[in-house]
């Protein structure tokens, strides 16, 4: 069974940075292919980022492009989201997943998630 927590949320200004992290249990984080969903209240959940396995390769979703970057250290088994410039409509409790990243970027099933964590930002 694996574990993700993330960490990292909290309330911030519009145009602050926040850095999220999502620490994984078990020996395999870096065989697989990770990202980030979030899911603000009354709306549909909603793909951010995601990343292959080695790093190699990016996906982000067209809000946050240009902003938001996502990076993996696999000695650590961590997974982060370094959000910049951040918006009002960035709220949202962000989860951290496990998955292919075709699955993570169009919606199909995802193998593990996060409990999530709250990001809030005030304009």
């Known amino acids: 069974q694996v574990k993700l927590v993330e960490s990292g949320g909290g309330l911030v200004q519009a145009g602050d940075s926040l850095r999220l992290s999502c620490t994984a249990s078990g020996r395999t984080f870096s065989s697989y292919d990770m990202g980030w969903l979030r899911q603000a209240p009354g709306k549909d959940r909603e793909f951010v980022a995601a990343i292959t396995w080695s790093g190699g390769s990016t996906y982000y979703g067209d809000y946050v492009r240009g902003r938001f970057t996502v990076s993996r250290d696999n000695a650590n088994n961590t997974l982060y989201l370094q959000m910049n410039s951040l918006k009002p409509e960035d709220t949202a409790v962000y989860y951290c997943?496990?998955?292919?990243?075709?699955?993570?970027?169009?919606?199909?099933?995802?193998?593990?998630w996060g409990q999530g964590t709250q990001v809030t930002v005030s304009s």
């Open positions: 997943a496990r998955g292919p990243t075709n699955h993570i970027v169009r919606g199909g099933p995802i193998e593990y």
